[in-house]
């Protein structure tokens, strides 16, 4: 029989971490035994996983002692807390904050991306932005064909990304508008329903917002390129799921859109969506609830030889996080070595 797996998710209870369960199950991830892990104010509270009842256990220090793979998307306070925890005590950990991304010891993975660094490992498995997962997976087949000097995008990122308060309070507010009722913006710093906000996480020193710079240096490590340029203008507007980016790239050498559309069209997780006189191009309706990144108007760039356009389209939830995650415990239970951890 083939083996089975102990799987921890902590922050079952939150927007990803519910559809890290769901994927667990679509996939037919083979799970033995199945830990849901959250704060005290949920422990208790139950959830369905495969069609039974899965009581919410409050997350300590020993809460991973046992499992084999835990998935993380509490954010970074208890990343940061429990990810050692749990490589120590033999539990590698795919982890979905930002916490330790950019930590040297800690490989950021894209499956259709990056496979190969899954294996520098030591216990703590980084999986990266939303926002970049999908632009990487819809750049990645051109970057490999012609190479990428620089990237200019601008995102349209639905309220799920901020967990299920964010679906709350743009749910609240446009029942509230509808009904000439005063609201009061509790989640973002200005209302949410019916406009569209240029700050996405905190701002920085340099004028962007950390979720921005995710964008430019998560690109970075996960190509492996210290010299790609990357600018991004992130954007949350009133979607529920999925998150729509324009992307613009200066690629090494000059390519037609014709060859882009084909080489993304037998790209890993890419569904090509592009056919605008009959109306067809991605959209976050489509793309919510699906696993793959939709790619369309693709076209050349007007102003410049070697640009080139597109608009790339995900569910957040899933490519953007919890499918990802699934993906590289996948790839960690391909290789009985990748199981092993090795965190000081
Ligand atoms: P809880 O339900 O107990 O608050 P979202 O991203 O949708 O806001 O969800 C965040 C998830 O992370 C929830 O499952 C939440 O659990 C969990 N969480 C947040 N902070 C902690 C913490 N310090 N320890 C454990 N779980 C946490």
């Known amino acids: 029989m083939s083996r089975e797996y102990n799987v921890a998710v902590l922050g079952a209870t939150g927007a990803v971490g519910r559809e890290m369960l769901n994927s667990l199950s679509d996939r037919g991830f083979p799970v033995k035994s199945v830990k849901a892990l959250a704060s005290s104010r949920s422990a208790g509270s139950v959830l369905e996983f495969d069609g039974k009842e899965l009581k919410v256990e409050e997350v300590g220090p020993d809460s991973f002692k046992g499992s084999d793979i835990a998935l993380f998307s509490a954010g970074s306070g208890a990343s940061s807390e429990y990810a050692p925890l749990a490589a120590k005590s033999g539990c ?114 340099n004028g962007y917002t950390k979720e921005e710079m995710k964008m430019v240096n998560e690109t970075v490590k996960i190509f492996d390129d210290p010299n790609i340029l990357v600018t991004a203008t992130c954007v949350r507007v009133p979607v529920f799921y999925g998150h729509s980016e324009s992307v613009w790239m200066e690629t090494g050498r000059a390519i037609k859109p014709e060859a882009a559309r084909e080489l993304l069209a037998r790209a890993p997780g890419v569904l090509v969506l592009d056919d605008p006189a009959q109306n067809v191009y991605p959209l976050a309706s489509e793309a919510a609830g699906r696993e793959d990144v939709l790619v369309g108007r693709i076209r050349a760039d007007n102003t410049l030889e070697n640009g080139l356009v597109m608009w790339v389209v995900a569910d957040n939830l899933k490519k953007g996080a919890a499918t990802n995650a699934v993906e590289i415990a996948e790839l960690l239970i391909r290789d009985p070595e990748l199981l092993k951890t090795d965190w000081s």
């Open 92 to 205: 590698v950990v795919v982890d979905n904050s930002s916490y330790w991304r950019q930590d040297p010891r800690v490989p950021l993975v894209i499956p259709e991306v990056n496979s190969n660094a899954v294996k520098k490992h030591k216990g703590i498995i980084a999986n990266p932005n939303c926002s970049t997962i999908q632009m990487l997976v819809a750049l990645k087949p051109i970057y490999d064909a012609v190479g990428i000097k620089r990237v200019v995008v601008s995102t349209y990122q639905s309220v799920s990304g901020t967990g299920q308060k964010g679906v709350e309070e743009l749910a609240e507010q446009t029942r509230l508008l509808f009904n000439s009722q005063e609201y009061a913006p509790k989640v973002y710093p200005h209302r949410i329903a019916f406009n569209c906000l240029p700050h996405i996480d905190a701002f920085t020193d």
